[in-house]
C-alpha cells in the first residue's frame, strides 16, 4: 500500500513554544490529507480535513488559529501547534487520501509538552 | 457517517480464530463497512473493507449479514502481532471523506 510518514516521531518542547509536524505522502499526490489528535486510552478525533491549495476545514472546537494547516503541495501537509501548552501533548495523526478513495494513515508524532 | 458499536475488549488465544463483531444497524445503501486497527503507539492500519458480499484477503475476512446491520471481523490465526484496538467504520466509498472512528475493540491475544 502507499506510504505516508510523518516527522518528527516524538518531539518535547517547551510551554509557549510552537512545533511544527509534517506529513508526507511519499509515492502519491495528495491532495486532500487529514489531521488527527489521540489522547490516551481514547479514539481518534479529527482536528481538521487539509486541501492541497486552499484554507484547512476544522472540526467544531478545533482552534484554526492554535493548530495552524498548510498544504502547500501535493505531497506535504503540516501542522504547527503555535503556543504549545500541557493540555495539547498528545498523539498527532495524519492520513492521506490517495485516488480512488482510499486513506492511509501515518506513523503519527507524539508532542508532550513540558 | 452511520454509528457502529463495538465491545470494547476481547481476548484470544495465539493460534484461534479472533471473531470480532461490529452492529451497524442504521447502516444506509450506499455505505461500506471498513475495518482499520491500531496497534499500539501507530497509526490505523487499513485491514478491509465491503459492501453487502463477504470479502477475505491475506488479513482476514469480513462476513456482513444479509441486512447489512452487523459484521464480523475474523482474524483465522491470530498471533501476538495482532493485539490492537480494532475500528469498525461505516461510510459512502465514494465519499472521499474523513473516517469517524468509535471507541474500536481492544483485542488481546495471549500465548
Known amino acids: 500500500g502507499a506510504v505516508v510518514s510523518q516527522h518528527p516521531s516524538w518531539v518535547i518542547c517547551k510551554s509557549g513554544t510552537s512545533v511544527k509536524i509534517e506529513c508526507r505522502s511519499l509515492?502519491?499526490?495528495?491532495?486532500?490529507m487529514f489531521w488527527y489528535r489521540q489522547f490516551p486510552k481514547q479514539s481518534l478525533m479529527l482536528m481538521a480535513t487539509?486541501?492541497?491549495?486552499?484554507?484547512?476545514?476544522?472540526e467544531q472546537g478545533v482552534e484554526k488559529d492554535k493548530f495552524l494547516i498548510n498544504h502547500a503541495s501535493l505531497t506535504l501537509s503540516t501542522l504547527t501547534v503555535t503556543s504549545a501548552h500541557p493540555e495539547d501533548s498528545s498523539f498527532y495523526i495524519c492520513s492521506a487520501r490517495a485516488p480512488p478513495n482510499e486513506q492511509f494513515f501515518g506513523p503519527g508524532t507524539r508532542l508532550t509538552v513540558l | 457517517d452511520a454509528k457502529t458499536t463495538q465491545p470494547p475488549s476481547m481476548d484470544c488465544a495465539e493460534g484461534r480464530a479472533a471473531n470480532l463483531p461490529c452492529n451497524h444497524s442504521?447502516?444506509?445503501?450506499?455505505?461500506?463497512v471498513y475495518w482499520y486497527r491500531q496497534i499500539h503507539s501507530q497509526g490505523p492500519q487499513y485491514i478491509i473493507h465491503g459492501l453487502k458480499n463477504n470479502e477475505t484477503n491475506e488479513m482476514a475476512s469480513l462476513i456482513i449479514t444479509e441486512d447489512r446491520k452487523s459484521s464480523t471481523l475474523i482474524l483465522p490465526h491470530a498471533t501476538l502481532r495482532d493485539t490492537a484496538v480494532y475500528y469498525c467504520i461505516v461510510r459512502p466509498d465514494n465519499a472521499g471523506n474523513m473516517l469517524t472512528f468509535g471507541g474500536g475493540t481492544r483485542l488481546m491475544v495471549k500465548p
Open positions: 442504521t447502516i444506509s445503501g450506499n455505505e461500506y
Open positions: 487539509s486541501n492541497e491549495g486552499s484554507k484547512a476545514t476544522y
Open positions: 509515492d502519491f499526490q495528495a491532495t486532500t
